[in-house]
């Protein structure tokens, strides 16, 4: 199966603390800049390249879909019907690229998505068919391959078949589709006709045959592959199935040449290793990158059977490195010694830099949308570096309750803590962060190194992988060992601090959009905050999003009274409550 069900659910399937091929990938470039871009969040502007890249893939995806109208004769009807539908696709890109560009709320400067040539559109559609008539002609010359039979008596040899339009499309969790049962997904002309058993295979056949699966532009939830233990997923863009052989495939907008090319070669590699570890243990044939801009197909080596488990391990070891790194507030800028060199694929913030004399290095960037390089806090604010990080508290569970969910949509557990008088919620900081908060024991617990923070105006816990939760007398003794008490280790749950008052200059601005896996609409507006120091990331979601938070841009300064203090993947997140939470904006500080 080339997708499956989302383990923990969420908006967008997704989730900081799982390995992707793309996090892989950057982290192996920079592990700086997968630290801000992937952990932090923070953003560059907005690239005509990169709607390009999303919205190109999409209509190559959507050509493949289609079944040839009548009988086609020969390999040169074949491809003239196919360049048929080029004209009106690319028309379609330039449409669905300006709807995502209009979105974007900070794009590079000087660039426009009029940049983007209708031509160029098309020659790279044109391109992409031809790596794929490749394959319908090999389908062709080997008399339809080993599927052909089956396929002609309606028995498809996969439980995902390859999409096409007028088939029923596969949504991975499909109790989740409103209607689903009840709607109609025929399309005219759209249907197939098969020859009877024993018969030449025809042009009609061979595309039908060797058509890859591909993500479907129809399906809503995520079409990913996530490992059995929740830690890796990846999402892929073809995956050839028709000589029997399993070939994953990787679609590129750009050109062989480009920076990013060599970490195609990582990217494909974690893809195999992911197949292997979703489809019973079943090693993969082929990989390959088609590049639009050429047309070029790379090929190469797949893992060898004894080199999954070693892949195990090494992926295992990148992942628990990732999320081991950062606690609060992220500096920016770093020492020389902890910044990179700027010479990566993708590199800009990771290599900021000042060094102990107050020299900054690397810093064209930032020059581009402040010219400050320290900021004059007022009165009623704090540094960011003073948001707090974990406190350990006392008292006792007195309900459980989840998984519900969060901010994101994302289903997490939840309990509730009582001390004294006093009681708060105690909460997963994201879905599977500590799967074991209901199996905790009866009685007076201590709570090690939680995450403080307020969710609708009430004090709250978030626990992780970094949490710990132990009965009251073995914590004493913990504490005793180390040559402190409880008094001193512990803060009572009355007296968390869970909003804070900061300040700063905005670094990245990003809204995006979309719909949860049951077809409900989304949207979320992102912000980084910097004070000279630190920079934190800035949350709005659906109904608090303001037209004060959507005027929100780089180089604005941003003071934030009552900002709710919350947390994504271990790092703090400061979220705005439309009721508490107050804005003071100056564009021009």
């Given at each position: 199966?080339?997708?499956?069900?989302?383990?923990?659910?969420?908006?967008?399937?997704?989730?900081?603390?799982?390995?992707?091929?793309?996090?892989?990938?950057?982290?192996?470039?920079?592990?700086?800049?997968?630290?801000?871009?992937?952990?932090?969040?923070?953003?560059?502007?907005?690239?005509?390249?990169?709607?390009?890249?999303?919205?190109?893939?999409?209509?190559?995806?959507?050509?493949?879909?289609?079944?040839?109208?009548?009988?086609?004769?020969?390999?040169?009807?074949?491809?003239?019907?196919?360049?048929?539908?080029?004209?009106?696709?690319?028309?379609?890109?330039?449409?669905?690229?300006?709807?995502?560009?209009?979105?974007?709320?900070?794009?590079?400067?000087?660039?426009?998505?009029?940049?983007?040539?209708?031509?160029?559109?098309?020659?790279?559609?044109?391109?992409?068919?031809?790596?794929?008539?490749?394959?319908?002609?090999?389908?062709?010359?080997?008399?339809?391959?080993?599927?052909?039979?089956?396929?002609?008596?309606?028995?498809?040899?996969?439980?995902?078949?390859?999409?096409?339009?007028?088939?029923?499309?596969?949504?991975?969790?499909?109790?989740?589709?409103?209607?689903?049962?009840?709607?109609?997904?025929?399309?005219?002309?759209?249907?197939?006709?098969?020859?009877?058993?024993?018969?030449?295979?025809?042009?009609?056949?061979?595309?039908?045959?060797?058509?890859?699966?591909?993500?479907?532009?129809?399906?809503?939830?995520?079409?990913?592959?996530?490992?059995?233990?929740?830690?890796?997923?990846?999402?892929?863009?073809?995956?050839?199935?028709?000589?029997?052989?399993?070939?994953?495939?990787?679609?590129?907008?750009?050109?062989?040449?480009?920076?990013?090319?060599?970490?195609?070669?990582?990217?494909?590699?974690?893809?195999?290793?992911?197949?292997?570890?979703?489809?019973?243990?079943?090693?993969?044939?082929?990989?390959?990158?088609?590049?639009?801009?050429?047309?070029?197909?790379?090929?190469?080596?797949?893992?060898k059977v004894d080199d999954y488990a070693t892949m195990t391990e090494e992926?295992?070891?990148?992942?628990?490195?990732?999320?081991?790194m950062g606690s609060g507030p992220a500096s920016l800028p770093v020492r020389?010694?902890?910044?990179?060199?700027?010479?990566?694929?993708?590199?800009?913030?990771?290599?900021?830099?000042?060094?102990?004399?107050?020299?900054?290095?690397?810093?064209?960037?930032?020059?581009?949308?402040?010219?400050?390089?320290?900021?004059?806090?007022?009165?009623?604010?704090?540094?960011?570096?003073?948001?707090?990080?974990?406190?350990?508290?006392?008292?006792?569970?007195?309900?459980?309750?989840?998984?519900?969910?969060?901010?994101?949509?994302?289903?997490?557990?939840?309990?509730?803590?009582?001390?004294?008088?006093?009681?708060?919620?105690?909460?997963?900081?994201?879905?599977?962060?500590?799967?074991?908060?209901?199996?905790?024991?009866?009685?007076?617990?201590?709570?090690?190194?939680?995450?403080?923070?307020?969710?609708?105006?009430?004090?709250?816990?978030?626990?992780?992988?970094?949490?710990?939760?132990?009965?009251?007398?073995?914590?004493?003794?913990?504490?005793?060992?180390?040559?402190?008490?409880?008094?001193?280790?512990?803060?009572?749950?009355?007296?968390?601090?869970?909003?804070?008052?900061?300040?700063?200059?905005?670094?990245?601005?990003?809204?995006?959009?979309?719909?949860?896996?049951?077809?409900?609409?989304?949207?979320?507006?992102?912000?980084h905050l910097w004070d000279g120091d630190s920079v934190v990331e800035v949350?709005?979601?659906?109904?608090?999003?303001?037209?004060?938070?959507?005027?929100?841009?780089?180089?604005?300064?941003?003071?934030?009274?009552?900002?709710?203090?919350?947390?994504?993947?271990?790092?703090?997140?400061?979220?705005?409550?439309?009721?508490?939470?107050?804005?003071?904006?100056?564009?021009?500080?």
């Amino acid at each position: 199966m080339p997708v499956g069900t989302p383990p923990l659910g969420g908006p967008l399937g997704r989730s900081r603390s799982r390995i992707s091929a793309s996090g892989l990938t950057t982290f192996l470039r920079c592990k700086r800049q997968w630290f801000l871009g992937s952990k932090v969040g923070i953003s560059g502007p907005l690239r005509p390249a990169q709607v390009l890249g999303i919205v190109l893939e999409d209509a190559l995806c959507g050509l493949f879909m289609h079944r040839p109208t009548g009988a086609i004769g020969t390999f040169e009807e074949l491809k003239q019907w196919a360049n048929g539908l080029v004209p009106q696709a690319a028309q379609t890109v330039l449409e669905k690229g300006r709807e995502l560009w209009d979105e974007g709320i900070w794009h590079q400067p000087e660039t426009s998505w009029d940049d983007v040539e209708l031509e160029s559109v098309i020659v790279r559609l044109h391109f992409g068919l031809e790596l794929f008539f490749e394959e319908v002609q090999a389908c062709y010359s080997t008399g339809g391959g080993p599927h052909l039979e089956s396929m002609r008596a309606g028995n498809p040899p996969f439980k995902v078949p390859s999409p096409a339009w007028g088939d029923e499309p596969h949504f991975p969790v499909p109790e989740k589709v409103s209607g689903f049962a009840m709607r109609s997904w025929k399309t005219e002309g759209q249907s197939m006709h098969w020859q009877p058993s024993g018969s030449p295979v025809t042009w009609n056949e061979a595309w039908e045959i060797a058509r890859p699966w591909t993500k479907d532009p129809r399906v809503h939830q995520p079409q990913r592959l996530f490992h059995p233990d929740s830690w890796a997923a990846g999402e892929l863009d073809l995956v050839l199935r028709w000589d029997g052989r399993i070939r994953l495939v990787d679609i590129k907008s750009g050109h062989p040449s480009s920076r990013f090319a060599d970490s195609l070669q990582h990217q494909l590699r974690f893809y195999a290793w992911l197949w292997h570890q979703t489809h019973d243990l079943h090693a993969v044939d082929g990989l390959e990158g088609w590049y639009l801009d050429g047309p070029h197909r790379i090929e190469f080596e797949p893992p060898k059977v004894d080199d999954y488990a070693t892949m195990t391990e090494e992926f295992f070891a990148i992942n628990s490195e990732m999320q081991s790194m950062g606690s609060g507030p992220a500096s920016l800028p770093v020492r020389p010694d902890e910044a990179c060199d700027g010479q990566s694929a993708g590199c800009h913030w990771c290599s900021l830099q000042r060094d102990e004399n107050g020299v900054w290095y690397n810093d064209e960037l930032l020059s581009g949308i402040t010219p400050l390089r320290s900021i004059e806090l007022s009165s009623q604010s704090a540094p960011l570096a003073d948001i707090p990080e974990r406190v350990s508290v006392q008292g006792a569970f007195s309900n459980a309750w989840g998984p519900l969910p969060n901010h994101f949509g994302e289903p997490v557990l939840g309990a509730m803590l009582v001390a004294g008088r006093s009681q708060l919620s105690v909460e997963e900081s994201e879905p599977g962060a500590f799967p074991l908060l209901h199996d905790q024991p009866n009685g007076d617990i201590v709570i090690f190194d939680a995450l403080p923070g307020v969710w609708r105006g009430s004090p709250r816990l978030y626990v992780d992988n970094k949490t710990r939760i132990m009965p009251l007398e073995q914590a004493v003794e913990f504490l005793e060992g180390r040559g402190s008490s409880l008094t001193e280790s512990t803060t009572r749950i009355g007296l968390l601090r869970t909003r804070a008052n900061v300040e700063g200059i905005i670094l990245s601005v990003r809204k995006r959009s979309g719909v949860r896996l049951d077809g409900k609409p989304w949207t979320m507006l992102t912000a980084h905050l910097w004070d000279g120091d630190s920079v934190v990331e800035v949350a709005a979601f659906g109904s608090s999003i303001s037209g004060q938070i959507e005027s929100l841009r780089p180089g604005h300064h941003l003071k934030l009274m009552a900002a709710e203090i919350g947390w994504r993947a271990g790092l703090p997140q400061l979220r705005i409550d439309s009721r508490k939470t107050r804005l003071e904006v100056n564009p021009s500080p």
